[in-house]
């Protein structure tokens, strides 16, 4: 039974496209208040870019976390759990714990629940769910295209694919987009093995603008585009990780074992 008192405010970095939020932000947010039937749910998104976006083009309204964090305390709010969606403890988390502790005096108490990869645990779980779930193709390399920060927690994406390679993956390679390690790094390992046959996929939440345009457009810089041009026979799979019922129980884990800071 809801408690008018108590929210849930799960946090996303956010998407311009609908279909995919529909199937990646949408069900994570069904999935964490299901866990957590007690709580009210709100949503709010770290970029203002996309909030600005979609409530410009499609007249959907989307809290800050600042902003959600005035609204509940406006609706008699006072036991606050959240939940954010972000890959990794980075920048975004940084920026979302920040206006969690400015606006921390208006609640009794507030819970934070960790990010996707935030322990060496939760990293090898998602080795077997990603290994499982778009490793299925015989004698093809899966490519998984990360955002990348310049945050000290981006070294998750190269250990990430160093534990593939360790668990007996060595066909799961990891690159990111914006950091290291970056497309070349992953073309220079592909050349040393034996495949021709790659599958492109985004290690993302919502397959939203980079996995869309990055990973698998046509123009000439696109990963898609450098691999075909380089003898591989690609495919593109436009699948967030947000899609995963598995990855979602994950956050669901990490909602129910949210650590206390007020």
Same mark, same amino acid.
Do not use: C
């Given at each position: 039974?809801?408690?008018?008192? %108590?929210?849930?405010?799960?946090?996303?970095?956010?998407?311009?496209?609908?279909?995919?939020?529909? %199937? *990646?932000?949408?069900?994570?947010?069904?999935?964490?208040?299901?866990?957590?039937?007690?709580?009210?749910?709100?949503?709010?998104?770290?970029?203002?870019?996309? /909030?600005?976006?979609?409530?410009?083009r499609d007249g959907l309204g989307v809290d800050t976390v600042a902003e959600a964090m005035r609204r509940m305390q406006a609706d008699g709010i006072t036991d606050l759990l959240v939940?954010?969606?972000? /890959?990794?403890?980075?920048?975004?988390?940084?920026?979302?714990?920040?206006?969690?502790?400015?606006?921390?005096?208006?609640?009794?108490?507030?819970?934070?629940?960790?990010?996707?990869?935030?322990?060496?645990?939760?990293?090898? %779980?998602?080795?077997d769910i990603v290994a499982e779930e778009l490793d299925n193709i015989p004698d093809m390399a899966l490519v998984l295209m990360g955002h990348g920060t310049e945050h000290i927690t981006n070294t998750a994406y190269a250990a990430l694919d160093y534990m593939f390679k360790d668990v007996g993956h060595s066909n799961i390679f990891v690159g990111t987009v914006e950091a290291y390690p970056d497309l070349d790094n992953v073309m220079g390992m592909l050349a040393? *093995?034996?495949?021709?046959?790659?599958?492109?996929?985004?290690?993302? /939440?919502?397959?939203?603008?980079?996995? /869309?345009?990055?990973?698998?457009?046509?123009?000439?810089?696109?990963?898609?585009?450098?691999?075909?041009?380089?003898?591989?026979?690609?495919e593109t799979m436009l699948r967030g990780l947000g899609e995963s019922a598995r990855i979602a129980d994950l956050f669901c884990q990490h909602a129910l074992a949210a650590e206390t800071i007020k």
């Open positions: 039974m809801e408690d008018k008192q %108590k929210a849930l405010l799960v946090v996303s970095f956010g998407t311009s496209y609908p279909e995919t939020r529909a %199937k *990646t932000i949408d069900r994570l947010e069904e999935a964490i208040a299901a866990a957590v039937p007690e709580r009210r749910l709100y949503r709010a998104w770290t970029s203002k870019m996309i /909030i600005a976006k979609v409530k410009s939940q954010p969606t972000h /890959i990794l403890p980075g920048v975004e988390n940084d920026l979302m714990l920040a206006d969690i502790q400015a606006a921390a005096a208006g609640f009794e108490h507030i819970a934070v629940g960790r990010p996707l990869m935030a322990s060496t645990e939760d990293m090898f %779980k998602i080795v040393k *093995t034996p495949y021709l046959r790659v599958r492109l996929a985004p290690f993302m /939440i919502v397959a939203g603008d980079h996995a /869309i345009n990055d990973m698998a457009g046509d123009e000439p810089d696109s990963w898609k585009s450098r691999l075909v041009d380089a003898g591989y026979n690609v």
